[in-house]
Every structure is written in structure tokens, then in C-alpha cells.
């Protein structure tokens, strides 16, 4: 079975041309925020601590603030379009998204109980994130037990599972929002629940990178395997494909990615289902190229998007979701509407 549409781009050409964009894009949103950096003093603020020289007016702002923020949007938005290729493969349905699963679900009840019962106020900064990955860990546990309750693990239980389970988290976060009496914590929820890469620390940035990065890579590494699962469960068999094991390390892998993300972006939509389909549409179906082109695409459309939550409101800062929803929905519609793009082998 073809995997390929009729017309695609060269893929190295592609990468080196988005790589290049990740790397100005990082460069060029740290001029903007609260206070706009011209260009020279930004390209000063880089060069002066590369090179060791004394501190400028703007090295702070730059180094310990926004560039934080920069490379942990390339991050989120990286691991979020790859955890959107590898949930769509996973259960060959091209509406799913990281979040399909119900993890982001719980990764909600667990930061609304952080900030709304200060329960993990041991955790200084880390409580919310910490609470984020609990829950998500515990949703992500309770899904598998439910989908494989009665059988093997299969795409239209892990779907049933998640939606149903996704609802009733949904509603236990809503339920602990609505008995606070403290309108800042409501407030606060909120807003994580939205999205935002505005806490941004280096010391948080490592753990959600490396997972990224590793993670990709074994799904590189396995490319043909997926290839094989997206076009089928009997065709996958059928070329030696070990079915059951491949769908329990990516449900585990996607998971573990989507918790880590969650905790420290809070819900972000929109990337994980239109990258995922963006690449595919100018690349071609097979995982070996969709997936960095998407890893490399999210990053790029998530650090505009956070540039853009800063300045539109100035000096308020909108929700990264709020953002992704808006320019996700027609994006999404539009790519729907060529008439070549396929997932897997349908059209």
C-alpha cells in the first residue's frame, strides 16, 4: 500500500529550511513581551554572554526569562506534534490528539488540587507541575487497567476509555474550581488550564526535553513498524509486526510525554492534531518523514503563538489555548479541504 500522496516536498531541503526557522524564531520572540527589545539590544544580550563579556541592560530579561520560555515552547510544541503522530497512529483515527486518552484530564485534577488545596505546598514552585504529572500518571494508569479489563489493548477501547474517563476528570476539576472560596486559585486554574509556557525555568526545561527527544527517536527508530500499524492491525501481522507490544509502548511512551508536557504547559490544543496532518500533507504519510518535519513545525507554531499571547493584549498575557484555538480551527479546516491529503492509506 502507497503511503504517499501524489506531490510532496523534498524532506532534507524541508528540514534544513525549518530548522533554520526554529532558531531565528527563538531568536526573534525574545524582543517581545511586557517591554519590546529592540533587535540590536537582543542580539547584544546573546553575543555579550557567549563571549563572557560584561552584562548589558537586557541580559536578565533575555537569559533567565524569555529564552526559558523560548526553547520550552520549541519543546511543548515538538513533543506535543509528535505525540499527535504517534496518538493518531496508535488509534488509526486521524481526529486524535495527545489529549485523547483523558491524561491532560487528570493532569488537570491534579494541579486544581494543588492550587486550590495548596496539597503538595511541599513542592515549593514544582507543586502544580508536581500535581499535574501525579494526576496524569494516575489517569493514565486507570485508562489501561479500564482498556484492558476485558481483553487485549485495542484502538476503540483505549478511545472509549479515555473519552469516558476525560469526562468525569473533567468534572471532578470543575467541581474542585467551583467549591473554592479563594477567586484568585479559580483564577489561577484557569489560566493553566489554557496553556502557558510563562513559567518557564531552566531548571525545568531538561526533564520535558529529554523525553522529547528520546522519545522521538524510538519512534524513529521503529518507523516501519508504525507505517505498518497505521495501515493496519492484519497488515502489520501480517509483515511480522508484533501488534499488541507496539500499541503498549506507545499508549506507555505517549503517555509518560503527554503527562511531562501537560505539567509543564498546562493544555495546549490544536497543535498535536493539525501538525501531525500538515506534515503529512506536504511530506507524505511514512513516520520517518512526518515526524520531524511535525516535531520541528510544532515548535516553530508554538513559539510565534506564545510571541503573539504576549503582545496582543499587552501587558496581559492571553492563554496559549485560547491562542491555538483560534488559529487552529480554520488551519485545520483548510487542510481538510485539499482534496490529496490522506491519513495512512484513506483518503
Given amino acids: 500500500m502507497d503511503l504517499r500522496p501524489p506531490r510532496r516536498l523534498p524532506f532534507w531541503p524541508l528540514m534544513i529550511v525549518l530548522v533554520v526557522a526554529t532558531v531565528l524564531s527563538v531568536i526573534g520572540s525574545l524582543g517581545f513581551g511586557s517591554e519590546r527589545i529592540p533587535p540590536a539590544d537582543v542580539v547584544a544580550a546573546v553575543t555579550d554572554?557567549?563571549?563572557?563579556?560584561?552584562?548589558?541592560?537586557?541580559?536578565?530579561?533575555?537569559?533567565?526569562?524569555?529564552?526559558?520560555?523560548?526553547l520550552m515552547a520549541v519543546v511543548v510544541g515538538a513533543g506535543l506534534a509528535v505525540a499527535g503522530a504517534g496518538m493518531q497512529t496508535l488509534v488509526r483515527n486521524s481526529l486524535a490528539d495527545p489529549y485523547l486518552l483523558g491524561i491532560s484530564s487528570g493532569a488537570s485534577v491534579g494541579a486544581t488540587a494543588a492550587i486550590t488545596t495548596g496539597a503538595l505546598a511541599g513542592f515549593g514552585i514544582y507543586a502544580v507541575s508536581a500535581g499535574a504529572l501525579l494526576g496524569a500518571v494516575g489517569s493514565a494508569v486507570l485508562i489501561w487497567l479500564i482498556a484492558t479489563a476485558q481483553g487485549g489493548l485495542t484502538p476503540l477501547r483505549l478511545v472509549l476509555s479515555g473519552v469516558v474517563l476525560s469526562s468525569g476528570l473533567s468534572a471532578i476539576a470543575s467541581l474542585l474550581v467551583f467549591l473554592s472560596d479563594d477567586?484568585?486559585?479559580a483564577n489561577s486554574v484557569m489560566f493553566w488550564m489554557l496553556g502557558s509556557v510563562g513559567g518557564a525555568t531552566w531548571e525545568k526545561l531538561w526533564i520535558p526535553a529529554l523525553l522529547?527527544?528520546?522519545?522521538?527517536?524510538?519512534?524513529?527508530?521503529?518507523?516501519?513498524?508504525?507505517?505498518?500499524?497505521?495501515?493496519?492491525?492484519?497488515?502489520?501481522?501480517?509483515?511480522?509486526?508484533?501488534?499488541?507490544?507496539?500499541r503498549t509502548t506507545l499508549f506507555v511512551g505517549l503517555s509518560v510525554l503527554v503527562g511531562v508536557l501537560v505539567a509543564v504547559s498546562g493544555g495546549v490544543g490544536f497543535?498535536?492534531?493539525?501538525?501531525?496532518?500538515?506534515?503529512?500533507?506536504?511530506?507524505?504519510?511514512?513516520?520517518?518523514?512526518?515526524?520531524?518535519?511535525?516535531?520541528?513545525?510544532?515548535?516553530?507554531?508554538?513559539?510565534?503563538?506564545?510571541?503573539?499571547?504576549?503582545?496582543?493584549?499587552?501587558?496581559?498575557?492571553?492563554?496559549?489555548?485560547?491562542?491555538t484555538g483560534v488559529l487552529g480551527a480554520p488551519l485545520f479546516l483548510l487542510l481538510m479541504g485539499r482534496s490529496q491529503y490522506r491519513f495512512g492509506g484513506d483518503r
Fill in 49 to 70: 554572554r557567549l563571549t563572557g563579556a560584561a552584562p548589558g541592560r537586557w541580559d536578565v530579561i533575555v537569559w533567565e526569562l524569555r529564552l526559558p520560555r523560548a
Fill in 212 to 246: 522529547v527527544v528520546v522519545l522521538a527517536a524510538g519512534m524513529l527508530a521503529i518507523h516501519r513498524w508504525l507505517d505498518a500499524l497505521a495501515a493496519g492491525p492484519e497488515t502489520a501481522a501480517a509483515l511480522g509486526v508484533g501488534v499488541a507490544g507496539l
Fill in 183 to 185: 477567586a484568585r486559585a
Fill in 271 to 323: 497543535v498535536g492534531l493539525i501538525v501531525p496532518h500538515a506534515a503529512r500533507l506536504v511530506v507524505g504519510a511514512r513516520h520517518r518523514v512526518v515526524l520531524p518535519v511535525a516535531a520541528v513545525t510544532g515548535a516553530v507554531f508554538l513559539v510565534w503563538v506564545d510571541v503573539l499571547a504576549r503582545v496582543a493584549v499587552r501587558p496581559q498575557e492571553i492563554p496559549l489555548g485560547v491562542v
